[in-house]
């Protein structure tokens, strides 16, 4: 490969809550593992990989000036957000207009919903569920009807149309947040999936919030279809979220983006984004976005994903062959996995919190899925070099599951 996914980095003490967040925030964090075992951070969603050089060299090249005043997003922002959009999705007719700025994609998620909803109202999304959504949509007073994905007979994470419309009918709900690709059981929605659910949508008048910002982390020849690419009528009563921070890793840098076509939708949505007077943009995170979504920043994309894609692979492949009564989804797109070890945890009489502890001990900081609303779950972050995917699961295998 061209660009560097092998290389295990020292991230400790260089701001990586990954590590360095280690039990600080019992509940949420992993503990720190014991004398003997260095951290293998498979919790937070990020990656431990350097990021593309395009992205460097754009912010090297910005701070040779050194004057970081009030500035206007430049046309080169707008740029290459079209022309990524076009490349990587297909996405035609979006013009820059169409493109607004939120400080990070759950931010704008609130920003949305505070125009198509008021407080208390109801919104329905998919469990599993983002724990983000669940915390800030909590937080700003939203009552959460959550309909529960089911996993086919090829063992395929599906909506469960039939449950969507029957709450919607019944609970009178008209916003829906979707999530696609899928955190955390890293479903690719196929295009008679979105068609399907955006025509339930419209059947009930409901709002969408559409959070994409894992899509262009596509395994196994995956394709993302953009929400709003299904039909007019999604076109139009969609708000789509993006940011370069899951593909290239630029969260600490800070900056999302959404795509609104319908004026009046738009023009609200920012209204309700500026009042806070914080939601402004980062001059060196948009030049950080100007060299992510570069030729350059297109070639280190596919090569992440094909890395990803084979971490993936490893790790189904290993759980099905030593973990009994562990099962998975292999991924489809993200860098998330979600494991599910209820029948692990059965034949074995333990706990989630025993069996979430003898990972961390080990220094398998994996991290617990019963927020995201699954009750056995645990979700893995698979974006390291694949030496050290295969020492962690190493470890899980002989300390933990076949212990």
């Known amino acids: 490969m061209k660009y560097d996914f092998t290389s295990v980095m020292d991230r400790r003490g260089m701001d990586a809550l990954a590590l360095d967040g280690l039990g600080t925030s019992p509940g949420f964090s992993p503990d720190k593992p014991k004398e003997g075992f260095d951290v293998i951070p498979m919790w937070v969603a990020d990656q431990n990989f350097p990021v593309c050089p395009a992205i460097t060299e754009a912010i090297a090249k910005r701070i040779q000036h050194p004057l970081f005043g009030y500035f206007l997003p430049s046309d080169e922002y707008f740029d290459a957000i079209l022309r990524w959009q076009e490349t990587r999705n297909g996405v035609r007719g979006m013009t820059r207009e169409h493109i607004g700025y939120a400080n990070g994609v759950l931010g704008g998620v609130l920003s949305a919903l505070n125009v198509f909803c008021s407080q208390g109202d109801k919104v329905l999304l998919n469990s599993p569920t983002y724990v983000g959504f669940t915390a800030s949509m909590e937080n700003r007073g939203y009552h959460l009807v959550r309909s529960p994905l089911v996993r086919d007979d090829a063992g395929v994470w599906r909506m469960d149309l039939a449950d969507m419309e029957r709450k919607l009918r019944e609970q009178k709900i008209h916003a829906a947040v979707f999530c696609s690709p899928n955190n955390p059981c ?100 948009m030049h950080a976005l100007i060299g992510a979504f570069s030729p350059e920043g297109g070639e280190w994309t596919d090569e992440l994903c094909e890395t990803l894609s084979a971490n993936a692979n490893y790790a189904y492949d290993y759980i099905q062959k030593h973990f009994d009564g562990v099962e998975t989804a292999k991924p489809e797109g993200t860098y998330m996995m979600f494991l599910d ?23 398998v900081a994996w991290q617990d899925g019963r927020p995201f609303h699954g009750e056995t779950h645990i979700r893995l972050n698979l974006a390291l070099p694949l030496s050290r995917v295969q020492e962690a699961f190493d470890r899980m295998d002989r300390y933990v599951f076949n212990a």
């Not at 070890?341 to 220094?363: F, I, N």
């Open 186 to 285: 890293g479903r690719v929605w196929e295009r008679w999936e979105i068609e399907a659910v955006m025509e339930l949508y419209k059947k009930y008048d409901v709002f969408v919030v559409s959070d994409e910002i894992w899509s262009d982390i596509l395994l196994d020849g995956h394709r993302h279809v953009p929400t709003q690419s299904v039909s007019e009528d999604a076109r139009q009563r969609t708000v789509a979220l993006y940011a370069p921070s899951k593909t290239f890793n630029l969260s600490g840098l800070v900056g999302s983006y959404h795509v609104i076509y319908d004026r009046w939708i738009r023009e609200r949505v920012e209204k309700e984004a500026s009042l806070s007077h914080y939601n402004a943009m980062n001059v060196l995170s």
């Open 341 to 363: 070890c209820a029948g692990w945890l059965e034949r074995h009489g333990g706990t989630m919190d025993k069996l979430l502890k003898a990972g961390w001990d080990v220094g």
